[in-house]
């Protein structure tokens, strides 16, 4: 966005000007160009709230940014000797703004993409939505224009990035998130830093014509980490030798092998064989219930519409999408953990609280699979 300070003498003569420019590129930016030796005080102000977090002086041929790469409604004043010179309020209607889903996870994508799509609408703006699954959206969000991550972008007017960032520390970085996003759900991740009302939104996906099969249920056990798991020994034999009993096929729609990182499967399933996801998308719309813990393939289900069934004890019951059937740790256990600790990626065997100790993955190991189909049966 340029801004020009003009005088025209009497001649009607163009005099040397210096020129403004502003963009919102991962944070508010000003940059003052022009032959006109002089100095400015920059103010960032949020609208919002009155604050100004950032202010500072320049000269021409300098530039200044503010550190908060989230959305803030931002009025930019420059002045000049005590005048105001130029200002700028934000406004993202008719340009073309960059939002990056920062994490390959499917869960992750799914929460958050809906939201570029949300904030096109509010602001009026032609969104450019990079992902790292973009082939099961591009269809279904015609008014964004999907590119792939690291992909340039141009006439860009402003750009933020969506993700739980962290500063080297292990601490939060609040220049990237506004929130601590471990605190809440993890759609509302996406919501704040896009400076959106949080509600909860299912995204829209391409969903192949299947027919439905009544007695089919899908299940997915495996994770990214152990305390992902349902770590009952019991719960997930006990479960599907319930289903069988009612005449049902379970179906496992993981991908990984049996005994993978030491989780058996339970006896009685037929496992999906390896393939594309679009395999997986079928057999849970064809599913009567799929029942899974807190990945990316519950997410899926969700967002495909199948009755989704949840146990996780990592997590609080406020933690995924509401809109499904949430088998948490029984009162008194512990649980929440990854809404409270910084989870260690390289740990297989996380457990904050517990680890090395017979209280280790209490949360599930505590769900019986009675307690699951406790849940379920009215459902089947």
Request: glycine share 8%.
């Amino acid at each position: 966005m340029i801004y020009e300070n003009l005088k025209k003498n009497l001649n009607n003569k163009t005099e040397p000007k210096n020129v403004l420019y502003v963009n919102f590129l991962n944070g508010a930016f000003v940059e003052i160009k022009g032959p006109v030796d002089s100095e400015y005080d920059v103010k960032f102000i949020n609208k919002k709230t009155g604050e100004v977090p950032y202010e500072t002086t320049i000269r021409n041929n300098m530039w200044t940014k503010c550190s908060i790469q989230y959305f803030v409604d931002w009025r930019i004043e420059v002045y000049n000797k005590g005048v105001l010179w130029a200002s700028h309020d934000y406004n993202a209607e008719g340009k073309r703004v960059y939002i990056a889903l920062d994490s390959k996870a499917l869960g992750d994508t799914l929460a958050w993409v809906s939201y570029g799509e949300e904030f096109g609408k509010k602001h009026k703006c032609k969104v450019i939505l990079s992902t790292f699954h973009n082939k099961m959206f591009r269809d279904e969000y015609p008014s964004i224009e999907f590119i792939e991550p690291g992909e340039p972008a141009n006439d860009i007017y402003g750009m933020y990035g969506i993700g739980l960032y962290y500063e080297e520390d292990g601490s939060i970085n609040r220049f990237k998130n506004p929130s601590d996003p471990k605190g809440e759900p993890l759609q509302k991740m996406g919501s704040d830093i896009l400076g959106l009302e949080y509600k909860e939104v299912r995204p829209r996906i391409t969903i192949p014509k299947v027919k439905k099969d009544d007695k089919l249920i899908t299940i997915a056990i495996h994770g990214t980490a152990q305390s992902k798991y349902w770590n009952n020994k019991e719960g997930w034999q006990g479960l599907v030798n319930f289903l069988k009993g009612k005449g049902y096929k379970v179906k496992l729609v993981s991908r990984e092998k049996d005994n993978y990182m030491g989780n058996k499967h339970p006896l009685g399933i037929e496992q999906l064989p390896e393939g594309p996801l679009e395999n997986v998308m079928e057999e849970m719309l064809k599913s009567k219930l799929f029942i899974g813990i807190g990945s990316g393939l519950s997410w899926l289900s969700w967002a495909l519409g199948t009755k989704t069934v949840l146990i996780s004890g990592f997590s609080y019951d406020w933690a995924e999408m509401q809109d499904c059937i949430r088998i948490t740790a029984p009162k008194g256990k512990c649980e929440g953990c990854f809404n409270r600790v910084r989870l260690d990626p390289g740990d297989w065997n996380w457990c904050p609280d517990h680890k090395g100790t017979d209280r280790q993955f209490e949360c599930t190991k505590s769900i019986t699979s009675q307690m699951v189909i406790d849940k379920i049966k009215d459902l089947l």
